[in-house]
């Protein structure tokens, strides 16, 4: 090919190269100009600089959650503490960056979002510098992973990139329902006293044993749930500490049932034995559920029937299930006769004169009367062997 054309087709491919990538930088200006714009809707904060967060749901209920030290609580006067998954969920959301594409920003348009005063969770954010958001939650966005939120004051509805619907909603409550919470096996031993069952069961070599009422092999199959339920034991409810109710009227003091656990705290090294005891009270029919309360804190909870009764076995419950009896071994058929006594008598011979009437006699008998029967003969006849092949009795010629 001549060397001028190459030189001219080589220009022409650099120009259309130039040409492609200008094209593309305006269609990519006139995407970016017609989208819906960004905007930011809270910038993280560190959770140490957390001091407080009030949560207001539609339902007009207000909780506050109240830093103290290093925990968190739902009213730190009366000691009560916050569930610490929830607080963690909730401040690992709001430590990020918060942000979306704005969806409206018509006035009218925040029923269809749910982030109207009356329709939204209302969230307020403190520091130590004082407020540091102030937002309305809506519904659910586009997917799951999304959630129309709305500043308080302003009238953009944004498309925030967090589901803040399920972090600051919670309706069964903020306060912690753990009552216990440790791995389930560092139990060492368990044991229970109280009107419903008494018992001990230790872990020996690595294996359960039943050690009070009796020695006893313990079957891990019914031991497990108990060590499993205990670990993590969680409140179903709560009795306010206000109530008018005195522990005794509860079956808590004395207790109606105690279950002492010890168990090894392997947070220090080496791992030091701890007791922990729980108190069991009396059942709620209405709620199917027992007063339970530890014996370390002041809290009453109520735990399930299903909990309850768990940890309040029948100690032959405990055993593993006595073995089948084995079959008895087969001898060979053995028949058992009963032997019947009889009487044997020789059989007597008897001659015609006694046996046969006579000739004057069948004419002196009136028909129908009953021919008469030698009794001694008839019963020499019924007790004769039936073995013999000869008749009973003998005529004499």
Same mark, same amino acid.
């Given at each position: /090919?001549?060397?001028? #054309?190459?030189?001219?087709?080589?220009?022409?491919?650099?120009?259309?190269?130039?040409?492609?990538?200008?094209?593309?930088?305006?269609?990519?200006?006139?995407?970016?100009?017609?989208?819906?714009?960004?905007?930011?809707?809270?910038?993280?904060?560190?959770?140490?600089?957390? %001091?407080?967060?009030?949560?207001? %749901?539609?339902?007009? =209920?207000? =909780?506050?959650?109240?830093?103290?030290?290093?925990?968190?609580?739902?009213?730190?006067?009366?000691?009560?503490?916050?569930?610490?998954?929830?607080?963690?969920?909730?401040?690992?959301?709001?430590?990020?960056?918060? @942000?979306? @594409?704005?969806?409206?920003?018509?006035?009218?348009?925040?029923?269809?979002?749910?982030?109207?005063?009356?329709?939204?969770?209302?969230?307020?954010?403190?520091?130590?510098?004082?407020?540091?958001?102030?937002?309305?939650?809506?519904?659910?966005?586009?997917?799951?992973?999304?959630?129309?939120?709305?500043?308080?004051?302003?009238? @953009?509805?944004?498309?925030?990139?967090?589901? $803040?619907?399920?972090?600051?909603?919670?309706?069964?409550?903020?306060?912690?329902?753990?009552?216990?919470?440790?791995?389930?096996?560092?139990?060492?031993?368990?044991?229970?006293?109280?009107?419903?069952?008494?018992?001990?069961?230790?872990?020996?070599?690595?294996?359960?044993?039943?050690?009070?009422?009796?020695?006893?092999?313990?079957?891990?199959?019914?031991?497990?749930?108990? =060590?499993?339920?205990?670990?993590?034991?969680?409140?179903?409810?709560?009795?306010?500490?206000?109530?008018?109710?005195?522990?005794? =009227?509860?079956?808590?003091?004395?207790?109606?049932?105690?279950?002492?656990?010890?168990?090894?705290?392997?947070?220090?090294?080496?791992?030091?034995?701890?007791?922990?005891?729980?108190?069991?009270?009396?059942?709620?029919?209405?709620?199917?559920?027992?007063?339970?309360?530890?014996?370390?804190?002041?809290?009453?909870?109520?735990?399930?029937?299903?909990?309850?009764?768990?940890? /309040?076995?029948?100690? #032959?419950?405990?055993?593993?299930?006595?073995?089948?009896?084995?079959?008895?071994?087969?001898?060979?058929?053995?028949?058992?006769?009963?032997?019947?006594?009889?009487?044997?008598?020789?059989?007597?011979?008897?001659?015609?004169?006694?046996? %046969?009437?006579?000739?004057?006699?069948?004419?002196?008998?009136?028909?129908?009367?009953?021919?008469?029967?030698? !009794?001694?003969?008839?019963?020499? /006849?019924? !007790?004769?062997? $039936?073995? %013999?092949?000869?008749?009973?009795?003998?005529?004499?010629?």
């Amino acid at each position: /090919m001549n060397p001028k #054309n190459t030189l001219v087709l080589l220009i022409i491919a650099i120009v259309l190269v130039a040409v492609a990538i200008v094209l593309n930088r305006r269609e990519q200006r006139v995407i970016g100009e017609a989208a819906a714009p960004r905007r930011e809707v809270f910038k993280g904060v560190t959770s140490s600089t957390l %001091t407080r967060i009030e949560i207001r %749901t539609p339902d007009g =209920t207000t =909780t506050t959650l109240t830093r103290k030290d290093d925990a968190w609580f739902t009213d730190p006067e009366k000691g009560y503490k916050a569930d610490r998954n929830y607080i963690n969920g909730l401040v690992g959301a709001i430590e990020k960056t918060i @942000e979306g @594409e704005v969806r409206s920003a018509n006035p009218d348009s925040h029923p269809d979002f749910e982030v109207t005063e009356s329709s939204a969770t209302q969230v307020k954010i403190y520091g130590k510098s004082g407020l540091l958001a102030d937002l309305l939650i809506g519904k659910a966005g586009s997917s799951f992973f999304t959630t129309f939120v709305r500043k308080a004051g302003e009238k @953009e509805v944004v498309e925030a990139n967090a589901s $803040l619907t399920y972090i600051f909603n919670k309706p069964e409550g903020w306060r912690d329902k753990a009552i216990f919470e440790f791995a389930a096996d560092s139990i060492k031993r368990i044991s229970a006293e109280g009107t419903t069952t008494t018992f001990e069961v230790e872990k020996i070599d690595g294996k359960w044993r039943l050690t009070k009422p009796e020695q006893a092999e313990a079957q891990e199959a019914k031991i497990t749930p108990i =060590t499993s339920v205990l670990a993590t034991l969680r409140a179903t409810g709560f009795v306010d500490l206000a109530t008018t109710q005195a522990p005794a =009227t509860m079956g808590l003091d004395p207790p109606a049932q105690k279950i002492t656990i010890v168990r090894e705290d392997r947070s220090t090294s080496p791992p030091k034995e701890v007791t922990e005891i729980l108190l069991i009270g009396n059942r709620e029919p209405e709620k199917n559920a027992y007063l339970v309360k530890r014996a370390d804190a002041p809290d009453i909870y109520t735990i399930s029937d299903y909990q309850g009764n768990l940890l /309040m076995p029948a100690v #032959n419950d405990l055993k593993p299930p006595a073995p089948a009896p084995e079959p008895a071994a087969d001898t060979g058929t053995t028949e058992t006769t009963q032997t019947v006594e009889t009487e044997t008598t020789a059989p007597t011979t008897v001659s015609d004169e006694a046996t %046969t009437p006579s000739a004057a006699d069948l004419e002196t008998t009136p028909v129908g009367t009953p021919t008469p029967v030698d !009794t001694a003969t008839t019963f020499a /006849m019924t !007790t004769a062997p $039936l073995a %013999t092949s000869e008749s009973p009795t003998t005529a004499t010629e």
